[in-house]
C-alpha cells in the first residue's frame, strides 16, 4: 500500500555531508512514523533515528546524534536524513522505513525503501 524509494545517497568525503530523501506513494506519510535505518553487509540492521507519528518527537542512535538530523515533509510524503561530519564508519546502506506502532521502544516496519547506498571516503 506504501512505496519508499530512497536517493541522494553516493561517494562522499569524510567531514562532508549528504542529504537522502526518501519519498513516498500510496497511503499519507502522516499516517506513519518515519525511521532511517542501515545495514553493512554481513551485519544486523542498525538503527538510525526516526521521526514519530504521534507527538513529532524525533530519536536518534548514539552513533549518529548529533551530526544527522531526520525531518519530513507530510504535505510532500517525503521523509529527509541530513548527514553531516561524515565518517567512514558511516559507509553502508541506508534504509528509510514506515513504522505502524512499536513493540515498547522498538518499531514495528509496515514498509521497507530499497536503500541507497552511501560510501565516505577517508
Known amino acids: 500500500q506504501v512505496q519508499l524509494v530512497e536517493s541522494g545517497g553516493g561517494l562522499v568525503e569524510a567531514g562532508g555531508s549528504l542529504r537522502l530523501p526518501c519519498a513516498g506513494s500510496?497511503?499519507?506519510?502522516?499516517?506513519?512514523?518515519m525511521d532511517w535505518f542501515r545495514q553493512a553487509p554481513g551485519k544486523g540492521r542498525e538503527f538510525v533515528a526516526a521521526f514519530s507519528w504521534s507527538g513529532g518527537n524525533t530519536y536518534y542512535a548514539d552513533t549518529v546524534k548529533g551530526r544527522f538530523t531526520i525531518t519530513r515533509e507530510n504535505a510532500k510524503n517525503t521523509v529527509y536524513l541530513q548527514m553531516s561530519s561524515l565518517k567512514p564508519e558511516d559507509t553502508t546502506v541506508y534504509y528509510c522505513?514506515?513504522?505502524?506502532?512499536?513493540?515498547?521502544?522498538?518499531?514495528?516496519?509496515?514498509?521497507w525503501g530499497q536503500g541507497t547506498q552511501v560510501t565516505v571516503s577517508s
Open positions: 522505513a514506515a513504522a505502524s506502532g512499536t513493540v515498547g521502544t522498538v518499531p514495528v516496519i509496515a514498509y
Open positions: 500510496g497511503t499519507p506519510f502522516s499516517r506513519y512514523s
